[in-house]
């Protein structure tokens, strides 16, 4: 049996797992940014096409960037020589000979030494630059890309069912970065959210200046995704209908990886497109694409920031969050003198004191055996009076205390009761034909119906259309996946996601009429 060719080892494959971790050692190091500021001296040679660099070489890169940047140190105070070999330990760099820069015999002998990154050690600075590098300014989601994914699709359709495959290549290669990126910009934006309402102390000032742009943002990036997702679908199917087998192999075929056999290109791009279909068409009407779950995200997340902005609002309102309060009363629970401060202070603070025990004679006391355990005996009543305040009912002068009655005051409430419903009345009537924005009476009167009508929904069922009746008009919401209700009012719009609203009058109210 002839055993399996072992694949070609070159840079990046000679990295063990053990190797791979140690290139970050300098990270944690005593002496970490001197490493990081050398490698960037050596970052700054290579972008310049310069790769191989001599321990002089890479202290005037240094002073370079000593000269444009504050914080890097200065050459002529490091040891150059034992930081470039401690990242030569850790497998950053690579360390050669180079006898051709020595000019004399002295410096020939004494092996002149010459430095460049190894290509793990390489990604391994990009990686710890990117890190550093990172701000709230890269977590955004991108809703451009989905027409762009719709126009790839189209083309990659044609290519294939024209036998272009080096377009066929370029389009799905495309397509299948677009996707990475999609995900990855998803990622780190939710992370973002969660980052944001995890945290102690948001500032109100930052968070108010931006809630607007963040809501609007989710909100565009959602109807994009909703409005593309059934056309993206449409496009996969369009795309497999001109051949799939013939799609892969086209690709597999123009695929440039050398170190790859045929085998493994097909099965690498089949993975792909199992991936690619996954995102934008699953393979049961049951199951939900990657693109309907990153939608229940994206509404998760309008509802954690709204969740945030009324925990900003509040600590606004009382001038100070509620952890920042449970905080300062910690710290006076760990300063007090005693245990009785202690105490006193929590009475004091969550209103708790001792229990009140009262004693109640039972009406006929012959009836209880006395050898009866308290366990068995049935219980006595009492009087929620006793409990509360420690008086027995009827306790000042044996009658129950007389009740007064207003009838002032019950008529003032009755014609405010009798106002307050015709001015809804007239409201719900005007919502009926309105043709401007809604004012406040009819928003309330809007808002109203929509709370009952929401009320009736059946979880798991957005199929079935809701109803409510009130004021003497019908509001109906009828389901419309994919598309959304503009409400103008003079404060605002209120969108409703996935219905349409109409309001009519009753039908007790046509009858009359």
Known sequence: ????????????????????????????????HAYLWVLRAFGAARSSYHVVLHTTEVGSALAGLAAAHAECPDPATLELPRL?????????????????RATTVAEYRNRHSVYQFTEAGYRAHRAVESVLAANVQDSTLSRLVFADLLADLKALAAANEAGDAEEVYRK????????????????????????????????????????DALLAHLRDFHDELQRYTPRLREAVFEVEATGLDRLIEATAEADERLFSTPAERLADWQRRWAGLRSWLAPPSADSLSEADRLSGATMAAIGDVLALLRRVTEARRGGVSRESQLRHLAAWFAN????????????????????????????????IPGRLSWWDAPAVELSRTLVQSGRAPGQGNGRPARVERSEATRRILRERQVAEERRQSEAAGRLVDAEKDLDE??????????????STRVAGRRDVPLAAAAFGVRLTLTPCPGQFTTVQTETGRLHLDGYTLSVAPAAHVRATA
């Not at 694949?7 to 944690?28: A, I, K, M, N």
């Not at 009476?441 to 929401?454: E, K």
Request: charged residues 25%; without cysteine.
């Open 1 to 32: 049996m002839t055993p399996n060719p072992q694949p070609p080892s070159f840079g990046l494959d000679d990295f063990g797992l053990d190797d791979r971790l140690r290139l970050f050692g300098y990270v944690t190091a005593d002496n970490r």
């Open 84 to 100: 470039l070999d401690a990242l030569v330990d850790w497998g950053v760099l690579d360390r050669g000979q180079d006898g051709t």
């Open 172 to 211: 799905l290669n495309r397509l299948d970065r677009a996707l990475a990126d999609v995900a990855e910009r998803a990622a780190r934006f939710y992370h973002m959210l969660g980052d944001l309402s995890r945290t102690p102390e948001v500032r109100p000032e930052a968070f108010l200046s931006h809630k």
């Open 336 to 367: 007090v003198g005693s245990e009785e401060a202690a105490h006193a202070l929590f009475d004091v603070v969550f209103s708790l004191g001792a229990p009140r025990h009262v004693g109640v004679a039972h009406p006929d006391p012959e009836a």
């Open 441 to 454: 009476s009819q928003v309330a009167v809007l808002r109203r119906l929509l709370d009952i009508a929401l």
